[in-house]
């Protein structure tokens, strides 16, 4: 080295050797663009979560997570919870075939009613999304419209057709959750009782009539064809539909639905 060099300072690199910004230790890297996911696979996992553990148990995170990828990456593809929701039960319908039905408005609305009990009790997972409200299969539309269709035809008004629709969908709700309630209840068996098994003969003079059939109650409980049950309720609302109420008023029109007073 001649005199005429200049030394360079210690830790400051040369013009001609410039590097990029020297990384601090420990420092993070930046984080790039989330791995793609496949929509099906979204929605297969999410499935499965709720079949075998319940609806309470899907969150984006844990789906992401299963993924192997971040809840903001699901947001390019849902909105949210109840969107993924939707998504798992799409399709679910339409995995059973359409029954052939009559042409009798009044027993085909009963075949319908009986067709849709019998396929959501074959995935009874389902019961959970439908118990958050407004959540359906699109799919599975065609069931409503039939038994509106029905209920129209049978001589029920637009309201009470509705209506007769929401009973008998309370109905198929109502039973397939108290079936799947005793279900699992048959499957872990407690030594605790219930129903009936609760009522004692000291419950003879507060619940007589519980008290005497008590003991066949499960007999009489298991004699029960839901197809019998939906066709009396059915002519329940159909006779309600064609009941006198006055002039100017069919009798499943409620007050303010065409007159008031």
Same mark, same amino acid.
């Given at each position: #080295?001649?005199?005429?060099? @200049?030394?360079?300072?210690?830790?400051?690199?040369? @013009?001609? =050797?410039?590097?990029?910004?020297?990384?601090?230790?420990?420092? +993070? +890297?930046?984080?790039?663009?989330?791995?793609? *996911?496949?929509?099906?696979?979204?929605?297969?996992?999410?499935?499965?979560?709720?079949? =075998?553990?319940?609806?309470?148990?899907?969150?984006?995170?844990?789906?992401? @997570?299963?993924?192997?990828? !971040?809840? #903001?990456? &699901?947001?390019?593809?849902?909105?949210?919870? $109840?969107? &993924?929701? #939707? /998504?798992?039960?799409?399709?679910?319908?339409?995995?059973?075939?359409? %029954?052939?039905?009559?042409?009798?408005?009044?027993?085909?609305?009963?075949?319908?009613?009986?067709? #849709?009990?019998?396929?959501?009790?074959?995935?009874?997972?389902?019961?959970?999304?439908?118990? *958050?409200?407004?959540? !359906?299969?699109?799919?599975? &539309?065609?069931?409503?419209? =039939?038994?509106? $269709?029905?209920?129209?035809?049978?001589?029920?008004?637009?309201?009470?057709?509705?209506?007769?629709?929401?009973?008998?969908?309370?109905?198929?709700?109502?039973? &397939?959750?108290?079936?799947?309630?005793?279900?699992?209840?048959?499957?872990?068996?407690?030594?605790? =009782?219930?129903?009936?098994?609760?009522? !004692?003969?000291?419950?003879?003079?507060? /619940? %007589?009539? /519980?008290?005497?059939?008590?003991?066949?109650?499960?007999?009489?409980?298991?004699?029960?064809?839901?197809?019998?049950? /939906?066709?009396?309720?059915?002519?329940? *609302?159909?006779?309600?539909?064609?009941?006198?109420?006055?002039?100017?008023?069919?009798? $499943?029109?409620?007050?303010?639905?065409?007159?008031?007073?």
């Amino acid at each position: #080295m001649s005199g005429s060099e @200049k030394t360079k300072k210690p830790g400051k690199p040369g @013009k001609a =050797e410039k590097p990029g910004k020297a990384e601090k230790p420990g420092a +993070k +890297k930046p984080v790039g663009r989330p791995r793609r *996911l496949d929509p099906d696979v979204m929605v297969a996992t999410a499935r499965r979560i709720v079949e =075998e553990e319940g609806v309470a148990a899907l969150s984006m995170r844990r789906v992401a @997570k299963e993924l192997g990828s !971040t809840p #903001m990456a &699901l947001y390019h593809y849902v909105q949210d919870k $109840d969107e &993924l929701l #939707m /998504l798992t039960l799409s399709g679910t319908a339409a995995a059973f075939p359409r %029954p052939e039905l009559p042409e009798d408005p009044r027993e085909r609305l009963v075949a319908v009613a009986v067709h #849709m009990h019998d396929i959501i009790g074959e995935i009874p997972w389902v019961l959970d999304i439908l118990a *958050l409200g407004e959540l !359906t299969d699109r799919h599975a &539309l065609w069931m409503v419209e =039939e038994i509106v $269709d029905c209920a129209l035809a049978c001589g029920l008004s637009p309201a009470g057709s509705v209506r007769a629709y929401r009973t008998i969908w309370s109905y198929v709700y109502g039973d &397939l959750v108290f079936r799947r309630a005793a279900a699992r209840r048959a499957e872990q068996p407690s030594r605790r =009782e219930f129903f009936p098994e609760m009522i !004692t003969e000291k419950d003879t003079a507060e /619940l %007589p009539r /519980l008290t005497e059939v008590k003991d066949h109650w499960r007999e009489y409980a298991a004699d029960y064809e839901v197809a019998a049950e /939906l066709d009396a309720i059915v002519k329940g *609302l159909i006779s309600r539909g064609h009941g006198s109420a006055g002039p100017g008023r069919g009798a $499943d029109q409620p007050r303010g639905e065409g007159q008031s007073g």
